[in-house]
């Protein structure tokens, strides 16, 4: 099975940079997703991570150790549409179908 | 077209009621997924259906139904629903089961059982 583990939430202004934590353990590892949810909607794809090593896409970055069961989301130039929920979710190499999500953390970008 | 949508975006039923979800997506995706999700808890996973054929149930409950009629469309049959079965479904489909591919997730629908 999985154990997934982020901060509840984080509060941040406008313009700084924010590093979400995710911890994980997992009897077999093949890929870290992290998804971006705003309230009320659906959760939108961000990044993936299966070797280890910092995936950079605009002001998203993504980062993975899997020596040591770690991510981190970072987020850089926060604007106020960030205030969202982030759910880290990992896939467990016995089954590749399945994604098992974290709680996620909620983020809000205060001006 | 990279979208994933669902109907009706809300749905009140009552315990006795039979309804149904709809999900359709064009991208020539072979998995699609079924998630319950709670209010401030993350998606979790009802079903999977991998080239049309249902390939993961989370032991869900036989009030819930899925059902895959073709490779675009995925169904969700609901039958003498609870009130605790209140949520968020949420449909996702991706290019195939597994690998890198991300899932993409409708908008969802917010059902209500009274």
């Known amino acids: 099975g999985q154990n997934i583990d982020q901060p509840t939430e984080m509060t941040a202004t406008e313009g700084a940079i924010v590093q979400i934590n995710c911890t994980y353990q997992?009897?077999?590892?093949?890929?870290l997703f992290w998804y971006q949810q705003h309230a009320g909607e659906a959760p939108t794809f961000l990044s993936y991570?299966?070797?280890?090593g910092l995936e950079e896409k605009g002001r998203f970055s993504s980062f993975l150790s899997r020596s040591k069961g770690y991510s981190y989301l970072l987020l850089k130039e926060l604007q106020m549409k960030d205030s969202a929920s982030y759910l880290c979710?990992?896939?467990?190499?016995?089954?590749?179908?399945?994604?098992?999500f974290g709680a996620g953390t909620t983020v809000t970008v205060r001006a | 077209d990279t979208e994933v949508t669902q109907t009706p975006k809300h749905l009140v039923m009552g315990m006795t009621n039979k309804k149904s979800l709809k999900c359709e997506q064009h991208?020539?995706?072979?998995?699609m997924y079924w998630y319950k999700q709670k209010a401030k808890k993350p998606p979790e996973l009802m079903f999977v259906?991998?080239?049309?054929?249902?390939?993961i149930n989370e032991s869900v409950p036989s009030r819930f139904s899925p059902e895959c009629p073709n490779s675009s469309l995925l169904n969700l049959h609901l039958h003498a629903l609870q009130p605790e079965d209140s949520a968020l479904y949420l449909c996702?489909?991706?290019?195939?089961?597994?690998?890198?591919?991300?899932?993409?997730f409708g908008p969802g629908t917010r059902l209500t059982v009274t």
């Open positions: 996702a489909s991706s290019q195939d089961p597994g690998s890198s591919y991300e899932q993409y």
């Open positions: 259906y991998s080239y049309e054929k249902l390939s």
């Open positions: 979710a990992v896939r467990d190499s016995s089954n590749d179908y399945k994604l098992s």
């Open positions: 991208m020539g995706h072979r998995a």
């Open positions: 997992t009897s077999g590892f093949n890929g």
């Open positions: 991570n299966v070797l280890d």
